[in-house]
């Protein structure tokens, strides 16, 4: 086909309603909390324009600081057990034994049904007098007493965090799994005919062919994992005292809940440049695995 | 990206996991296959405590996943006066079919709230095809300046959430007139859906040989005649899984927006309608788990015998989680 000028034009304009689509509802947005984030904007009409006074604001009083470590704190340890339980469960997916296809499709539905109806049964879970996982284990004998799990601080921290493992962990091992299909088959062949067993086969060619994989998913999970906000604003809304408030629940609290829009803003941004670094972060790895595929 | 790319071709027939391994298979030694079937049946044996193995982390595994609905079943199961007595037991001591029959006079909507939870999936799914179709072909075929940038630069929108943008899009939202109707959860909702659909099908139509355009061409035929006629055909298999994948995130995504961006009964969908339950005295929870059922069970069976486009469209389109 012709690259002529009219290809050119004919090119954008089946590019252009997507083009306008995400100018309007996304990168507008984005520029415009940018903006807000240098006033003083809030529920009345009209605002002022206030300098750097938001930022000095967040970061001067208060616990911002202590926010945004509690965030990455929270964020590392969901992705690395979402990592660690999905690479498990595509391992035990993959093995040839009868039940194979029905076990893959049992492990998809927390990823499927809305994401708010999964999290109201975990905090029916979680109820310290009358849920599961106290009742269990009291009638295990394992606690003597019941242990309202979103009622402490410490206690809250982790079992938000083993919610959203386990709205990520389908998705993650159905990933797994099948990058592990697509290794070449005789590579095990040749290593068993030279008698490798299966744990040294695993470690010695699955996972060193799977690290394309581990990583492109770990950096997605990353950002995804960093930007939830569904599972923490219904099981505890940040608390109690604070202790579950990352850096999106306190961005929704001053901005939704308090309306201070400009210093939501602020928040905001200070949220919009981390995810840019991992997004660059997560660019540069995928151009140097597609260079390493390459050669 | 190779890697991706491997697997968003496969068709719509197949299997994705277990074509994959097969055609990987097939493609690197097409001759010595018969003579390799006993060895791979070797490979794959197990002595009885392997099995056994497996099958216990398999159990582990499934109970992890599984148990939130398990217990959310037996749940509703449960009289309520039940639910709140201890000690606990897991299995109910009397079964009542209750709740399946009170939980439509405690929350009188909710038929509606189903509905609104389908009825905005789908018209984010078909807002998000009609954009993502030409774009995505756009990508595929043509060769302009600042392709690469623009490609770029709607992967990195991607990677933003909504919930960051809440205040502006809720002003957008406002200044749209578009607050307390449809519109305000399906526009933000079908946005961020956009970017990750248009690298899926992008890549799949990047397999659909070249030379096909090039000979509608040479036959006269228009541009868009040959997206129309010779494009669309071929790249259906791909298209759906764009759609369910993108029904699929819209349905399972619907929290925040219309949470921030209605407060009108009558077009919650379903997540934010169940909220219903929570503003009683006392959280009503075997009704709560019992309309929750109801109310994805259509959309899950549907989902489940759909579940080799969603491996597929996971594995080829994993832009975002």
């Known amino acids: ?295 | 990206m190779s890697f991706h790319d491997a697997k968003a071709t496969l068709p719509a027939g197949a299997n994705p996991l277990a074509a994959t391994a097969s055609s990987v298979a097939e493609l690197s030694k097409p001759k010595v296959k018969a003579k390799a079937r006993p060895a791979k049946a070797m490979i794959d044996r197990y002595h009885w405590y392997e099995v056994a193995a497996l099958y216990a982390g398999i159990a582990v595994f499934l109970f992890f996943v599984l148990s939130p609905f398990i217990e959310g079943f037996l749940v509703s199961l449960k009289p309520l006066a039940q639910l709140f007595s201890t000690p606990y037991s897991f299995i109910p001591k009397t079964w009542s079919f209750d709740a399946y029959v009170n939980m439509w006079t405690s929350v009188p909507a909710l038929g509606m709230h189903i509905f609104n939870s389908f009825f905005i999936s789908s018209v984010v799914t078909l807002i998000v095809v009609a954009i993502v179709v030409p774009a995505a072909y756009s990508f595929a075929r043509f060769n302009f300046g600042g392709q690469a940038l623009l490609l770029g630069m709607f992967l990195a929108v991607n990677m933003f959430s909504g919930a960051v943008l809440l205040i502006p899009l809720f002003r957008l939202m406002r200044s749209l007139g578009l607050l307390n109707t449809y519109f305000a959860m399906i526009v933000p909702g079908a946005a961020f859906l956009i970017p990750s659909s248009i690298w899926l099908l992008r890549t799949y139509m990047m397999r659909i040989p070249r030379e096909l355009d090039e000979a509608a061409w040479v036959d006269g035929a228009s541009r868009l005649y040959t997206l129309r006629r010779v494009i669309l055909p071929l790249a259906m298999p791909g298209i759906v899984v764009v759609a369910i994948m993108t029904f699929i995130g819209a349905y399972a995504q619907q929290f925040i927006f219309a949470l921030t961006f209605n407060s009108k009964t009558e077009f919650m969908p379903l997540p934010v309608g169940l909220f219903a339950f929570f503003g009683k005295q006392e959280v009503i929870w075997n009704e709560l788990m019992a309309a929750s059922f109801v109310g994805i069970l259509p959309v899950m069976i549907v989902i489940i015998f759909l579940q080799r486009y969603l491996v597929a469209g996971l594995t080829a389109g994993a832009v975002k989680q």
């Not at chain 1, 984005?30 to 206030?50: H, Q």
């Open chain 1, 1 to 295: 086909m012709t690259s002529s000028r009219s290809a050119t034009i004919f090119a954008l304009a089946l590019l252009a309603p997507a083009l306008i689509y995400i100018l309007t509802i996304v990168a507008y947005p984005l520029v415009d909390t940018i903006i807000l984030s240098f006033t003083n904007a809030s529920l009345k009409a009209g605002y002022d324009f206030v300098g750097w006074a938001n930022y000095q604001r967040i970061f001067g009083v208060g616990n911002f600081t202590e926010v945004i470590v509690r965030t990455f704190v929270w964020t590392f340890f969901s992705v690395t057990t979402k990592m660690i339980i999905g690479m498990a469960g595509a391992v035990l997916l993959n093995a040839a034994i009868p039940g194979q296809a029905v076990f893959r499709i049992l492990t998809m539905p927390p990823w499927i049904v809305p994401m708010a109806i999964g999290i109201y049964m975990w905090s029916w879970m979680y109820n310290g007098q009358f849920g599961m996982i106290s009742g269990l284990l009291q009638n295990f004998g394992l606690v003597d007493g019941p242990v309202a799990w979103l009622a402490y601080g410490h206690t809250a921290f982790w079992a938000t965090i083993v919610t959203d493992v386990w709205i990520g962990v389908p998705m993650v091992t159905i990933y797994f799994l099948a990058a592990m299909q697509s290794i070449p088959k005789d590579l095990y062949e040749a290593a068993w005919t030279d008698g490798a067993g299966r744990f040294y086969r695993f470690r010695r060619i699955t996972v060193p062919l799977m690290v394309p994989a581990i990583i492109t998913m770990s950096l997605l999970s990353l950002i995804a994992t960093f930007n939830s906000f569904d599972i923490i604003w219904i099981l505890t809304q940040g608390g109690p005292s604070g202790s579950t408030t990352t850096m999106i629940i306190d961005t929704y609290k001053t901005a939704i809940g308090s309306r201070k829009y400009g210093e939501g803003a602020a928040r905001a941004v200070v949220i919009c440049i981390f995810v840019s670094l991992f997004c660059l972060a997560y660019f540069r790895a995928v151009r140097k695995l597609q260079q390493g595929e390459a050669k």
